[in-house]
């Protein structure tokens, strides 16, 4: 920082007016948050002002994030062909994106600083708004245009990465747990209005008109076929396509399926689904992609109750953000200052031979990459965990209640790890998720029977979404008092720690997804989730919070 104002104290006294104001627009010629009467004077009006408008854009970003997740739940209802494969996907890629581009949010606020990055990525989220708002009205959008759209909400989830290290440089050190608690908390607070907001905003108009929404109720399903005749299903199911009768099948799990296709001594399609158990045949109608279920269950019975049909407006679930993320670019391009602190990527890169960058990313990894994660799996866990029981429950109606426990005990929990120290809150967290992961096993809770399983279930999931929150306060405690010798390599690390948790959707998505779609459960992801717990616990114990730890925080 001395070596960048001696910078700006050397410049040539006839530049012009207007180069001097252009850069006193955008960078501050003093910043020192550690002077009691700086910051009493002007530095605590401008820092607080900051968080403010970065925070606003962060619960944006962090929505658009996890924009969607929630629009992908409804995604085969209005008619778009997805496999479960595909809709894994596209919940995944956004956690992909956004890792990599938290790396490039790592090195870029001494770069270009504050207001210039703040501004620029409150822009750059209108594109997933405004392409995936169009895409989404016309059923014969391909999957790759959804997937070049899932990339681009990538970009809210990259912002993290640049907006949380510039609030660790805007504010003294007896406050910084206090402040990125508040605004990582806050932000992801983002994360539920995404859940919360989309079933209510699909039944306003912003822009185009209504798409026809399908679902099926499974315990209505039952009934169609109990009240048909097996030569009439199996004339119905021959007059599929052999593709479609496959893609039916598939859902149905694979032990069972082997079984009756033995007992039958036949590998023809229409053969062995018509020899499946009639709570078995209803399940895999009911699960297939709901306009192709509705084609069957007319054929079979016309005036089934099976089928349901609303109208929404799906594209508003996209559209509502345009209007906020051009008021918010706004206000952080006439309200924001930058820090005058500058460095290059060559000079950012001395963080990475520091082990505890190392350490520091696996403890973050299991806090903020859990909390992620499971916030963008939990809809379809739901969908295809308790989705084909009777009585199945809406996911986007549970889906918001995780994220906004583990937002606020983010938040409540920064005041706390300011008071107490941020390393024994990240070993509870452990000691939380471990629990939580260990219960969903035994209890049967990812590999359920009935739908009596679903409060536990549940329960046992925002447990641990509390308990993520808990270490997301504790580990951004933390990072600044294990690099105190040296606050930009603390800022880089937030920046860089960050990047790699936010692969956590990427990584919790597609193992679930694949697991789901394996064996039908997630039992085999949760244990490994245990195994990566207990280390990453370890770990944080081991330097930070034990008597006589390397870094104690």
Known sequence: MD????????????????????????????????????????????????????????????????????????????????????????????????????????????????????????????????????????????????????????????????FMPSTSLFFPKRLKGTALGIQAGIGNFGVSLAQFITPIILSVSIYGTTSVFTSIDAKETQNVLTDSTIEKQKEVFAALDVKTQNIILATVKKPLLDSVTTAVKSADNTVVFAALPLEVKSKAIANANPKLAEKILNKISPKNEAVNKSSIYIQSAAFWYIGFLLVLACMSWFFLKSIPMQASVKEQMDIFKNKHTWYCTITYLMT??????????????IKFLYGDFPNAPDPLVYAFYGPLIGSTSRIAFGFIADKVGGAILTTITGIGILAGAVILITQGLVSPTSMDQFPLFVGVILAMFFFTGIGNAGTFRQFPIIFSENQRQAAGVIGWTAAIAAFGPFIFSKLIGNNISANGTVIQFFMGLIVFTILATVINWWFYNRKGCERPS
């Not at 970003?61 to 085969?76: E, G, Q, T």
């Not at 903020?368 to 866990?381: D, K, N, R, V």
């Open 3 to 162: 070596t960048y104002l001696k910078k700006i104290g050397s410049e040539p006294e006839n530049v012009s007016n207007e180069t001097q104001t252009n850069k006193s627009n955008t960078w501050l010629t003093k910043w020192e948050p550690e002077d009691e009467a700086f910051w009493a004077a002007t530095g605590s009006k401008i820092a607080w002002k900051t968080l403010t408008v970065t925070t606003l854009s962060l619960i944006l970003s962090f929505a658009s994030w996890f924009m969607m997740s929630v629009i992908a739940v409804k995604l085969p209802g209005l008619g778009f062909s997805f496999s479960k494969d595909q809709l894994f996907w596209l919940v995944a890629i956004p956690g992909l994106a956004a890792g990599f581009l938290r790396i490039i949010h790592t090195f870029i606020l001494p770069i270009f600083g504050t207001r210039h990055v703040v501004t620029v990525a409150t822009l750059l989220k209108l594109i997933p708004a405004i392409g995936i708002g169009f895409a989404v009205m016309d059923t014969s959008t391909p999957f790759w245009v959804f997937v070049l759209l899932a990339i681009t909400t990538g970009f809210g989830g990259g912002d993290f990465s640049s």
């Open 368 to 381: 903020f990459g859990t909390f992620a994660g499971l916030s963008a799996a939990f809809p379809l866990m």
